[in-house]
């Protein structure tokens, strides 16, 4: 991820590392959040463990979580809390999407890698719709 914002040269990694952080902090909020309230099914034949009060909850934590780390972006808490917004939202239409592919071929999960968690790309599914969409307002907020 290059982009060559003013007053931020060199500095693309804080963006990716921010990126990867918000998209991994909102799907583990809402597992968490989805466990220990969650009654609401939002889409039970596509996800079953997906949850309204999960993707809320949850959402709302990550959120908190980017808006915090504003500091290491060139956002303001604003901004951040308004591109952690976009990346919650888009990251959990990713997982449901790919869930839904995964129910249409039939599989469980995208691979065995990581035990109990099914392969890289069930982790990385919330990243796979999240990272365009976070590049692309980037770049048009920020690049002259």
Not at 53 to 82: D, K, S, V
Request: aromatic content about 12%; hydrophobic content about 50%; glycine content about 12%.
């Amino acid at each position: 991820m290059l982009l060559p914002i003013p007053g931020y040269e060199g500095q693309n990694l804080l963006l990716l590392m921010y990126l990867l952080l918000a998209v991994q902090l909102s799907d583990i909020f809402q597992y968490i959040v989805g466990k220990l309230l969650g009654k609401t099914k939002i889409a039970p034949n596509v996800s079953p463990s997906k949850t309204i009060e999960g993707l809320i909850g949850g959402g709302l934590l990550a959120i908190a979580a980017g808006t915090a780390l504003w500091w290491i972006t060139p956002f303001t808490p604003m901004q951040a809390a308004f591109l952690s917004f976009i990346i919650v939202a888009c990251g959990f239409l990713g997982g449901l999407s790919l869930s839904a592919i995964k129910r249409s071929i039939g599989t469980k999960d995208w691979g065995y890698m990581i035990s109990g968690h099914g392969g890289v790309l069930d982790r990385l599914d919330s990243v796979v719709f999240a990272a365009p969409v976070f590049f692309h307002l980037t770049r048009f907020a920020f690049v002259p």
